[in-house]
């Protein structure tokens, strides 16, 4: 695993966060050190959609900002780890940055995996048994959201599910301060400087725009979720499972 330095010499200039050639080479070294929970939440999100596509009427499942692959790679895990026979399983794996979907068609050549670049905005999503968002949802415009997440609640077949996990802001200013300052020690105690610390936070601060819980749950209330369960959260960070 190569190791994440994108942010650790000084720059002049800080530009907007992208998924690029930089990044997806050290994807997987960044998202375990800066995601607390994340080498939970992909294998669980995996087990929770095998689960969902069992007993759904449908074998169809979107993984949405599929990044290198790992959550498809986690569903097809927990398939065969449930001992599930799916031949007539297909998972649409969707990404609008084809730096890291190269990386993706490399590391998981199943043939029930189609993998798409494109923005998942305009994808059509049709008869799913299961749709798979891991730290996707805060990357779109805000006002975007409700749009996105109304097709894909129209795109579920009977049963389906939608798993969503992102980061997430406290309505409460001090909780808020616990768990940002927290979450800063969780990348120092994982190695990052203050340097990039600071520069990879300047970057994302006008890409990546976060929700409270409670205004997800309305969210997905509102476009037509009868259940919606927190099943994860550390610190600013949280997964959803909506039915």
Not at 16 to 35: G, H, L, Y
Not at 167 to 185: G, Q, T
């Given at each position: 695993m190569t190791r994440d330095q994108v942010f650790s010499e000084p720059r002049s200039q800080?530009?907007?966060?992208?998924?690029?050639?930089?990044?997806?080479?050290?994807?997987?070294?960044?998202?375990?050190?800066?995601?607390?929970?994340?080498?939970l939440v992909v294998p669980?999100?995996?087990?929770?959609?095998?689960?969902?596509?069992?007993?759904?009427?449908?074998?169809?499942?979107?993984?949405?900002?599929?990044?290198?692959?790992?959550?498809?790679?986690?569903?097809?895990?927990?398939?065969?780890?449930?001992?599930?026979?799916?031949?007539?399983?297909?998972?649409?794996?969707v990404d609008n940055a084809s730096a890291m979907l190269e990386q993706a068609?490399?590391?998981?050549?199943?043939?029930?995996?189609?993998?798409?670049?494109?923005?998942?905005r305009n994808l059509p999503i049709k008869d799913a048994g299961a749709v798979t968002m891991n730290w996707v949802l805060q990357f779109l415009p805000p006002d975007a959201r409700d749009e996105m997440l109304s097709r894909i609640r129209s795109g579920l077949a009977d049963g389906g599910v939608?798993?969503?996990?992102?980061?997430?802001?406290?309505?409460?200013?001090?909780?808020?301060?616990?768990?940002?300052?927290?979450?800063?020690?969780?990348?120092?105690?994982?190695g990052y400087s203050e340097l990039e610390i600071s520069q990879k936070r300047t970057a994302l601060e006008q890409v990546m725009i976060t929700d409270s819980i409670e205004s997800h749950r309305q969210r997905l209330e509102a476009v037509g979720f009868?259940?919606?369960?927190?099943w994860y959260q550390c610190l600013n960070w949280?997964?959803?499972?909506a039915t």
């Open positions: 800080i530009v907007d966060f992208a998924f690029d050639e930089s990044v997806a080479s050290v994807f997987p070294d960044m998202i375990r050190r800066s995601v607390p929970g994340y080498e669980m999100t995996g087990l929770l959609a095998a689960r969902a596509l069992r007993d759904a009427e449908s074998r169809r499942a979107y993984d949405l900002g599929c990044s290198l692959g790992a959550t498809t790679l986690a569903m097809l895990k927990a398939l065969e780890a449930l001992d599930l026979e799916a031949p007539d399983l297909e998972i649409v794996a068609r490399s590391a998981v050549t199943d043939p029930r995996v189609t993998f798409i670049e494109a923005d998942i939608l798993l969503l996990s992102e980061k997430v802001r406290s309505e409460d200013p001090d909780i808020e301060a616990f768990n940002d300052a927290a979450h800063l020690d969780f990348k120092r105690a994982n009868s259940r919606v369960q927190v949280a997964s959803f499972v």
